[in-house]
Structures are given as structure tokens and as C-alpha cells.
């Protein structure tokens, strides 16, 4: 199990910047890669971006070159996920969600690799 704590959503103009965070813990093995989804208004949630343990990328297109990935490993037991969103666009407003790999397979699948556990997600509203 791995519990995922988001914060930093809110509402922002067209062209401005957020920083969305999710703080993992309570894992017996830090999950070897996290991501970031997004659930559009009427449309399937879909991968953002993903990182691993070790520091490979994946960018969904329409995240790269604007988006961001990074974390904080503290300790053994906690590590903490960002996402920096720059130039942000209308069609970026979503319900944010932080997820990690569930070994074994189930869940979403981004870039190949399943996500099996969840936040409770963070909405983000950009407005003209």
C-alpha cells in the first residue's frame, strides 16, 4: 500500500504557472516509478508524467516543454512528487491526481507501466 497526499491545485490565468505536490508514504518499498494523471471535464484520466526511483522521465506530449517533473526523497519511507505546470492553458483544467506503480500489474497504464494506487486528486482550473 502507499497512501498519496496531493495539494497545490487552484485556479490561475491562461499563461500562468503552478506547482502541485504529493507527499507518498506509509510504503513498505518506495514504489520504483510515480506520475502525475489528469481527468479532463468528460474525458479519461491520462498520464501527465511519470518518474522513476532513479530519475528516468516520461512526458506526455502535450506536457513536454511545459511541464515538469521532480521529487524529494527524504527519507526511506517518504518521498515527495511536483509538478510544475508553466503556460498553462484552458484545456489543461483537470482534476490532478498523483499515482504510483503497483507492482504486479493493475491499474493505468502510462508509458507501459501500470499505476495501481491513488490520490484523491487536486483540481486545477485555468481561465482566460
Known amino acids: 500500500q502507499v497512501q498519496l497526499v496531493e495539494s497545490g491545485g487552484g485556479s490561475v490565468e491562461v499563461g500562468g504557472s503552478l506547482r502541485l505536490s504529493c507527499a507518498a508514504s506509509?510504503?513498505?518499498?518506495?514504489?520504483?516509478?510515480m506520475a502525475w494523471f489528469r481527468q479532463r471535464p468528460n474525458n479519461e484520466r491520462e498520464g501527465v508524467a511519470a518518474?522513476?526511483?532513479?530519475?528516468?522521465?516520461?512526458?506526455?506530449q502535450f506536457a513536454a516543454g511545459r511541464f515538469t517533473i521532480s521529487q524529494d526523497s527524504q527519507d526511506s519511507t517518504s518521498n515527495t512528487l511536483y509538478l510544475q505546470m508553466n503556460d498553462l492553458k484552458s484545456d489543461d483544467t483537470a482534476v490532478y491526481y498523483c499515482?504510483?506503480?503497483?507492482?504486479?500489474?493493475?491499474?493505468?497504464?502510462?508509458?507501459?507501466?501500470?499505476?495501481?494506487?491513488w490520490g484523491q486528486g487536486t483540481q486545477v482550473t485555468v481561465s482566460s
Open positions: 499515482a504510483a506503480l503497483r507492482d504486479g500489474g493493475g491499474g493505468l497504464l502510462f508509458a507501459g507501466r501500470p499505476f495501481g494506487y
Open positions: 506509509k510504503y513498505n518499498t518506495r514504489p520504483s516509478w
Open positions: 518518474i522513476s526511483y532513479d530519475g528516468r522521465i516520461n512526458y506526455a
